[in-house]
Every structure is written in structure tokens, then in C-alpha cells.
């Protein structure tokens, strides 16, 4: 397996490099808003220890990152009056992954509303009206 590279984006974001939009912080990790949300609510959940994804990852990184996620899932449900989430999370370049720092995405869900494209930057004080939503809700 490819080695970790300490210059993919989220371990800039760790060392405080690029700054972030966070929604919830603990000693182990890091969920912060996605730039390019498909949903409104778009964020992910990053261990804040170094690992490429759920292949190499061990027990602990995965248990704390999941914790997370479940935490953030549920505010996130709540913030946006979702009827559900989906959570995605890809694995090196041939499974979708573009970022090399293991990530959960999360995404509130509403019926018969569909996701939108990938890869268009959003509005960025939606995104900030979004994380505090989130933040209100945890
Ligand atoms: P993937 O590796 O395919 O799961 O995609 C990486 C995700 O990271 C995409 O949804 C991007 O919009 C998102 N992303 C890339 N750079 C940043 C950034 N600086 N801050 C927040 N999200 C980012």
C-alpha cells in the first residue's frame, strides 16, 4: 500500500495550514465542513492521527472517527430536519478517493431530494450558517 503523504490537504488542515470550517472537535479527531457540499449539512470526520483510509487504518483511529460520525450523523439529522443520512467514504484512487487522509462523509437527506454533482465550490457563509446549525444541535 501506498505510504501516507503528510502534504494531502487534511493534514494541512491538522497543522492548522489551510483553515476549516469545524463542527466538532475532539482529542482524536476533527469533523470540519466539505468546500464542495453535495447536500447543504456536507461535512467530514477525519482522525487526527495519520492514516489513507480504511485500509490502513487500526482499531482506534476507526473506532474513534466511527464515534464521531455517529455524534455528528444525529446533529446533523436534527439541524436540518432530515429524514435520513448518508454517509460515504472511499477508498484510494479507484475507489473515488481524491483526499489521502481517511474521511467520513456525512449527509442529511431529505426524500425525494437528490445529492447534487460533485466538485462546485459552495457559498461559503451558507457553509458557516451550516456548521453552527450542526453545532447548535450537537
Ligand atoms: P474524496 O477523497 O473523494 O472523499 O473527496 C474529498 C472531499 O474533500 C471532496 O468532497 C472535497 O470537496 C473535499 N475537500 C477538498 N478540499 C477541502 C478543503 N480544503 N476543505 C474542506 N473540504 C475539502
Known amino acids: 500500500m501506498t505510504a501516507y503523504d503528510d502534504q494531502n490537504i487534511f493534514a494541512k488542515i491538522l497543522r492548522g495550514e489551510i483553515p476549516n470550517v469545524t463542527v466538532y472537535e475532539d ?39 466511527m464515534s ?5 450523523a444525529n446533529a446533523a439529522k436534527t439541524a436540518f430536519g432530515a429524514d435520513g443520512v448518508t454517509l460515504q467514504q472511499f477508498n484510494e484512487a479507484a475507489g473515488g478517493q481524491e483526499v489521502f487522509h481517511l474521511h467520513f462523509h ?33
Do not use: W, Y
Open 27 to 65: 482529542d482524536d479527531t476533527l469533523c470540519f465542513m466539505d468546500i464542495m457540499p453535495r447536500t447543504d449539512g456536507h461535512c467530514l470526520v477525519i482522525p487526527k492521527t495519520p492514516c489513507r483510509n480504511v485500509l490502513d487504518a487500526n482499531d482506534a483511529q476507526l473506532a474513534a472517527v
Open 68 to 72: 464521531t460520525v455517529r455524534k455528528v
Open 106 to 138: 456525512i449527509h442529511p437527506r431529505h426524500e425525494g431530494v437528490s445529492m447534487r454533482p460533485a466538485g462546485t465550490m459552495g457559498d461559503m457563509d451558507a457553509i458557516k450558517a451550516h456548521a453552527e446549525a450542526i453545532r447548535a444541535a450537537l
